[in-house]
């Protein structure tokens, strides 16, 4: 019960928010602006999805701007030149689908080694991600040369700034994954271990869970969620950036936390990371409606951070 | 109370406790205890696991209150509200597990939260030092007070734990079993200090099991039982037998009516199975040991604290894989176990000593603690059906008593004895062979106690064979059939339940005062 009046917060704080600046500015309620809030905040709930698992498990992963920004990057340059295996003399040319399933799989590795480096090695994952931070950000600048890689192509576009039903297409793979992994963490029994294991590692280990296999499928998923997340960056600009995803973690982590989600693992739910990307998404949508300065965006964006989780831990009361 | 009067004309009684009691959920820890300490005399404590020292140090040390009672210093009467208020009294307690910051250094630690200054307010590090050797010298400890307390060996250690007593002015200080961890070289060492200390005018309250460290250094002992002080006098009235029969003696409260089940084959064989203090050392925290558990037979592992039940259990379990030798044989099978996965494969369940560190997960469901060990076990990736779940634990929840309003509540708001039962009905979800059971009913009331065992002695009629660790003697002599009793990591003595009784449990499993447990060759 309680649980249900929790989760119901984030949605009256959403109202909230909505009407008050459905009255502030005509232009908020349309839909015109809702689908575009949508669109905006599709990116950060690809990488939350995969944050909230992670969390949930005990961990934290603070590479996922830079992910992005090298599978967006490889999936780009495979598209546009190919990959030359020159002591081969082979030229690898690639299809659309092929370059994606590569940015994908580039994301998926990049998370894979992220938890070797937490199971075999023993880092904790607040600093094997934030070494991650860098190597894919440096990866990505030595793959693009340190410069956009642009016109991928109406097919590669179509992926960013497509639409279906009227529905833009980052919309549609956003929401999908969001359906896909609320039941993965709910009715699965690998999503169910994700609890336990965030629960209570010692406990998950003696019950005969295999505590390492979980953590490194679970960051796997992350950095290949990322990694879709780098996709629909570069498919919506056109253009592989290397500089794409910059800070992203930091939102991302944000909606996680507003969702609910505890920061000590064990406990949190996908729905209420979407509910927080919401948040977000609308509060800086509204702020640039009402023509607040964005250096004053980011200053209100923080204050609501620290109240949405003071709020929840005042309703938790017990901890 | 003119006796009071007398003891504090006299001027030799520096801490005296009279009336003690206090009261947990379910059980009674103390029942009018007295104590009384004396300048420069040491009173040992003497009691089985479980008869109320520790709840007694806490007390005295201003960790909690007594429900009744009254503790005079020097005549004075006090009431600790927090530990603090005892140090100020005059009264410092040095834990078993020591209570210092590794990363600092010596002389930070003895003067942690009231470090000297200089006038800037920076921290006087030279005057600090200076202070801390000054107050080492006399403790025969040659360090400098810059080094790390990690660096140092654990019966240094407990040295800087006494500078640190001192420097706070203790008039009485209590020590909870200082040599369980220590070298016959330290042990030395820390007599040659306490008879120091005692020449200084220091009281000292001193927990042990060693009866053979008594004549060393006691002058006065207090034997607790079941919470009642059974004996308060000078040491060397009465042989050391007789002090051991005071000691045990502990009743359940209401005698436990054992089923007897037809014992079978035998289904756990361990020969020969050690676990190494360290990866490479060749001190044992457990020695080579040998048992066996037949079908239906319920074999209690008997010993005091650090005896090494707790880990030998873990071996078996497979959580040590790199630290451990010997061999595990399930229905006459060898088995390799070097994880709990594997261990739980070959048919072995655990219910571990700490229920919420070790056993539940306690932020999830009833049903999903349930759940867990089935869920581990199944193959691929499997949709979790949360009806089916429910429903299995529902009939686990029928079938063994557990009390939650439902099987959705999460774990942590179930009762001690409700939360071992949810671990149980984890475990026969996948059906084990063998039961291991670490201190099964710790921290549990009595009437869950019985309950518990009637579920073990059941499970055993099934044809479970269990193996049940246990400080606890009523709780061994209740229920097994069988009893191994180790001491300092060595089987020190088997017997059937017929032969046991507690005295003879209890003899056994005093450490003998053997050099510690050293690799042969």
Known sequence: ?319 | MPDLLTDSESGDVLLSARGISKSFPGVRALDNVQITVRRGRLNAVLGENGAGKSTLMNILAGVFPPDAGEILMKGRRQTFKRPHEAQQAGIAIIHQELNLLRELSVAENIFLGREPRTRLGLVNYSGMHRDAAALLAPLDLSVDPGTQVRKLRLGAQQVVEIAKALSLDARVLIMDEPTSALSDHEVEAIFRLIRQLKARGVGIIYITHKLDELPHIADDVTVLRDGKCVAAEPYGKRPHDELIRLMVGRELAELFPKSVAAIGEEVLRVANLSLRRSEHSADYTVCPTSLRVRQGEIVGLFGLMGAGRTELLQCIFGLHPRRSSGEIWIEGKRRSIRSPRQAIAAGLALAPEDRKVDGLVLAMSVAENIGLAAGATARGIGLADPRREGALARRYMNQLGIKTPTVAQPVRYLSGGNQQKVVLSKWLTIKPKVLLLDEPTRGIDVNAKREIYSLINELARGGLGVLMASSELPEILAIADRIVVLSEGRVAGEFSRDEASEEILLKAALPSGRPPARQAG
């Open chain 1, 1 to 319: 019960m309680r649980e249900h009046l929790r989760k119901l917060q984030s949605v009256v704080a959403l109202v909230i928010m909505a009407t008050a600046l459905g009255f502030a500015t005509d232009k908020f309620l349309t839909i015109e602006n809702g689908v575009n809030v949508l669109r905006q905040i599709s990116v950060n709930v690809c990488l939350s999805i995969g944050m909230t698992m992670i969390i949930v498990a005990g961990g934290i992963d603070l590479s996922v701007g830079s992910v992005l920004a090298l599978s967006g990057a490889v999936a780009a340059g495979l598209l546009k030149t190919g990959l030359a295996l020159t002591p081969l003399d082979v030229a690898l040319q690639f299809t659309t689908l092929g370059a994606i399933v590569a940015g994908i799989a580039v994301g998926a590795a990049l998370g894979l080694f992220n938890g070797v480096a937490i199971t075999r090695f023993g880092l904790p994952p607040f600093v094997a991600t934030l070494g991650m931070l860098s190597i894919a950000r440096g990866l990505t600048m030595l793959w693009t040369g340190g410069h956009p890689i642009t016109t991928l192509g109406s097919e590669f576009g179509f992926l960013g700034t497509g639409a279906v039903l009227g529905v833009p297409m980052p919309v549609w793979i956003a929401g999908g994954l969001t359906a896909l992994f609320e039941l993965v963490t709910r009715r699965t029994r690998f999503g169910r271990h994700l609890y336990a294991v965030g629960g209570n590692e010692r406990a998950a280990a003696l019950s005969g869970l295999s505590v390492n296999r979980i953590k490194l499928a679970v960051y796997a998923l992350g950095g290949a969620l990322a990694g879709v997340a780098g996709l629909l960056t570069a498919a919506r600009l056109d253009s592989a950036t290397p500089n794409a995803g910059f800070g992203y973690e930091l939102d991302s982590i944000a909606a996680v936390v507003i969702g609910g989600t505890s920061l000590s693992g064990g406990r949190g739910t996908i729905i209420g990371t979407v509910l927080g990307c919401l948040i977000i998404g609308v509060l800086n949508n509204g702020l640039v409606l009402l023509q607040v300065s964005p250096f004053w965006q980011q200053v209100v964006k923080g204050f609501v951070i620290l109240a949405a989780v003071a709020i929840d831990r005042a309703s938790r009361g017990e901890d």
